[in-house]
């Protein structure tokens, strides 16, 4: 699927800096049209595309205003990484969806990851204790979505988990009081391995189903190597910009 049909456009455009050095940037349309979870499509998109880990939780018996989205931003190898565009962008985002149809949403930064969640509360800000845990990945993960169960009264269960090995021994220290969402993001991430999850609702009995996957950035080219300085036998290069 090429970018124009998932959604995302980018012109990459060539600065050229009077030192003689160059920085390549990226202009980024991300738009999304009859999607019936605009944030959820927004936030896979730049995952994919910008590496970027971000979570979906969906409210619990409504589905969030199914309206387009349009947005441009425009990022550098630098500042891709940085969390304040980041924050810019998905801040950008949310605020698209203000003055539609309920519910509405809010961005949470906990565990190195950005989280869209309901205004109104999600099961994953319930406090939870649990003892120090060693045993399985997908031990740890059901028995976490146990005690948010018992804590908020609200079923959540453990759903997909592509590209996960449950069966991966792990610890955790105990916890006391501390938010699900927060416990869960420190369980799935660490420095070589990052997780993001879509928590979705099933309806008022059946509760929610929590579901994981590996953070993947599989758009975005890298982005070409600076031209050389400029010299008596190297012209400096002129800016030119080119559609994605």
Not at 64 to 77: G, K, N
Not at 200 to 215: C, D, M, N, T
Request: with cysteine.
């Amino acid at each position: 699927m090429s970018m124009t049909q998932s959604g995302i456009r980018a012109a990459t455009l060539l600065t050229v800096f009077l030192s003689g050095g160059t920085a390549w940037s990226e202009e980024v349309r991300l738009t999304i049209k009859d999607s019936p979870q605009p944030l959820a499509t927004a936030a896979k998109r730049l995952e994919t595309r910008e590496g970027w880990g971000i979570t979906y939780e969906e409210p619990l018996g409504a589905l969030p205003a199914a309206s387009p989205l349009d947005l441009t931003y425009t990022v550098t190898e630098a500042t891709r990484a940085d969390v304040t565009l980041q924050e810019e962008v998905l801040t950008r985002l949310l605020a698209q969806q203000a003055g539609k149809d309920a519910p509405r949403f809010r961005l949470v930064r906990a565990g190195g990851l950005w989280h869209i969640t309901p205004v109104k509360g999600s099961p994953l800000d319930t406090p939870i204790t649990m003892s120090r845990q060693e045993r399985s990945l997908g031990e740890v993960l059901r028995a976490l979505c146990a005690e948010v169960t018992r804590q908020s009264g609200t079923r959540v269960e453990l759903g997909g988990t592509p590209g996960l090995q449950l069966e991966t021994p792990i610890t955790v220290d105990a916890v006391t009081q501390e938010p699900a969402r927060t416990v869960l993001a420190r369980v799935l991430n660490s420095a070589n391995r990052r997780t993001v999850w879509t928590l979705s609702g099933q309806g008022a009995k059946a509760g929610y189903l929590l579901s994981l996957h590996r953070v993947f950035r599989i758009a975005g080219g890298t982005l070409p190597p600076p031209a050389p300085a400029p010299s008596e036998n190297v012209p400096a290069p002129k800016r030119s910009a080119s559609g994605g």
